[in-house]
């Protein structure tokens, strides 16, 4: 976590930069490639983290928001993140844990079959 949250920030610069050179499509190719991917890695970890880490993460996958939609950095994040269809950051955790347990439950329990 100590390293997630600077590193997605430079991302975001370096995707800035090429925002007048690349489409829309790119840009959102890139930043869904790189912020909110990295954001779901540790999502277990995450799921007992403190509301400050939540909040440092939450700011991460606004500024991608933002940088998508090119609005200012004063523009509410949340109508962004609806208008793009993500959820926030401690929502995708709630959301994704029973998620990915159901689909472990389901594949071991065709592995067993199997055997």
């Known amino acids: ?3 997630t949250v600077p590193r997605r920030f430079f991302y975001l610069r370096r995707i800035r930069q090429l ?3 690349d489409d829309y499509d790119t840009l959102y190719t890139l930043i869904r490639a790189l912020i909110p ?3 779901d890695y540790c999502n277990s970890l995450f799921a007992c983290s403190s509301q400050s880490t939540l909040h440092r993460l939450q700011r991460v996958q606004d500024a991608a928001a933002r940088l998508l939609c090119d609005a200012s950095a004063r523009t509410h994040a ?3 993140l609806k ?3 993500w959820l926030p950051v401690s929502s995708r955790i709630h959301f994704k844990l029973p998620v990915r347990t159901y689909w472990l439950n389901l594949y071991s329990a065709k ?3 199997r055997i």
Do not use: A, D
Request: charged share 20%.
């Open 83 to 85: 208008q793009l269809h």
């Open 111 to 113: 592995i067993v079959e």
């Open 1 to 3: 976590m100590l390293v």
């Open 78 to 80: 949340p109508p962004l």
């Open 37 to 39: 991917s990295r954001l």
């Open 19 to 21: 925002r007048r050179y």
